[in-house]
């Protein structure tokens, strides 16, 4: 396998850093838990989980009997997480022994178990925002073409280029850009920590076959990603991009949009 052409995420797992940001998180309706002094944990390299100080999360927020689980990192009490009449079974991990001390005293919640995490005051989607990692979305003069078994699904030349580190390019072109008599409305709905919640998902036909969830958009990113907005973008693992002329190969890496 050849080496990536973009930049890979460069924590270990293991690592373990202070959140500087604010942190909150609410369960049908009510704040659960709202810290100042949460850490990150790199339990693998790609992106880091919030650990949250025990005595930030609402004590009757917490239910369960704290049965004892043995972890790799250590030996936690496992909990239940409640606001109201909605439980989450085995939601909070309270780590009571560890390999590294800053972890004692600390929370692991599960990311699923709340309605939504908040950073200071905007939302966060799926997972906490890398610090190391950096998306940035820059308008482009290069000709920028995609196909798929010869079919063009799109061409531009004047794309906005997403560059996130450790995912591929991608390559966000205007609508009036691509041939949408080939793509079929699909109801996937996908998140992203640092572009937001995408506002629509097409499927690929060519011929008789249906290629799934191929190309996708963002009616509203996040401020950060505005230039994206309301553009289509395509999986270069699953389709041919071509650029200024040239047969980019295809990534191998999961898929992200």
Same mark, same amino acid.
């Given at each position: 396998?050849?080496?990536?052409?973009?930049?890979?995420?460069?924590?270990?797992?293991?690592?373990?850093?202070?959140?500087?940001?604010?942190?909150?998180?609410?369960?049908?309706?009510?704040? &659960?838990?709202?810290?100042?002094?949460?850490?990150?944990? $790199?339990?693998?390299?790609?992106?880091?989980?919030?650990?949250?100080?025990?005595?930030?999360?609402?004590?009757?927020?917490?239910?369960?009997?704290?049965?004892?689980? !043995?972890?790799? !990192?250590?030996? =936690?009490?496992?909990?239940? %997480?409640?606001?109201?009449?909605?439980?989450?079974?085995?939601?909070?991990?309270?780590?009571?022994?560890?390999?590294?001390?800053?972890?004692?005293?600390?929370?692991?919640?599960?990311?699923?178990? %709340?309605?939504? $995490?908040?950073?200071?005051?905007?939302? &966060?989607?799926?997972?906490?925002?890398?610090?190391?990692?950096?998306?940035?979305?820059?308008?482009?003069? !290069?000709? &920028?073409?995609?196909? %798929?078994?010869?079919?063009?699904?799109?061409?531009?030349?004047?794309p906005v280029l997403v560059f996130?580190?450790?995912?591929?390019?991608?390559?966000?072109?205007?609508?009036?850009?691509?041939?949408?008599?080939?793509?079929?409305?699909?109801?996937?709905?996908?998140?992203?920590?640092?572009?937001?919640?995408?506002?629509?998902?097409?499927?690929?036909?060519?011929?008789?076959?249906?290629?799934?969830?191929?190309?996708?958009?963002?009616?509203?990113?996040?401020?950060?990603?505005?230039?994206?907005?309301? %553009?289509?973008?395509?999986?270069?693992?699953?389709?041919?991009?071509?650029?200024?002329?040239?047969?980019?190969?295809?990534?191998? =890496?999961?898929?992200?949009?």
């Amino acid at each position: 396998m050849t080496a990536p052409d973009y930049p890979q995420s460069i924590p270990e797992a293991g690592r373990i850093e202070p959140v500087p940001r604010r942190i909150r998180a609410t369960l049908a309706g009510r704040t &659960v838990l709202d810290t100042v002094n949460a850490i990150y944990v $790199w339990e693998w390299p790609h992106f880091p989980q919030y650990y949250i100080p025990v005595g930030d999360i609402s004590a009757d927020a917490l239910a369960g009997d704290g049965h004892e689980q !043995r972890l790799s !990192r250590g030996v =936690t009490s496992v909990h239940d %997480l409640r606001a109201g009449a909605l439980e989450r079974s085995r939601a909070v991990h309270v780590y009571t022994q560890a390999t590294d001390e800053r972890l004692v005293g600390m929370a692991r919640v599960d990311w699923d178990a %709340l309605d939504a $995490w908040y950073e200071e005051d905007e939302q &966060v989607f799926v997972h906490p925002r890398d610090p190391y990692s950096r998306v940035d979305a820059l308008r482009s003069t !290069r000709r &920028v073409r995609v196909e %798929l078994e010869g079919v063009v699904l799109a061409e531009s030349s004047s794309p906005v280029l997403v560059f996130e580190t450790g995912l591929p390019t991608r390559y966000y072109l205007n609508r009036t850009e691509v041939a949408f008599e080939h793509l079929v409305p699909s109801d996937t709905v996908t998140a992203c920590p640092y572009k937001g919640r995408t506002g629509a998902y097409w499927s690929v036909r060519v011929g008789e076959q249906l290629h799934p969830d191929l190309a996708w958009s963002y009616e509203f990113p996040t401020r950060e990603l505005a230039p994206i907005a309301d %553009l289509v973008a395509f999986y270069n693992e699953k389709v041919d991009t071509i650029l200024d002329g040239v047969l980019m190969p295809r990534p191998h =890496t999961h898929f992200s949009d």
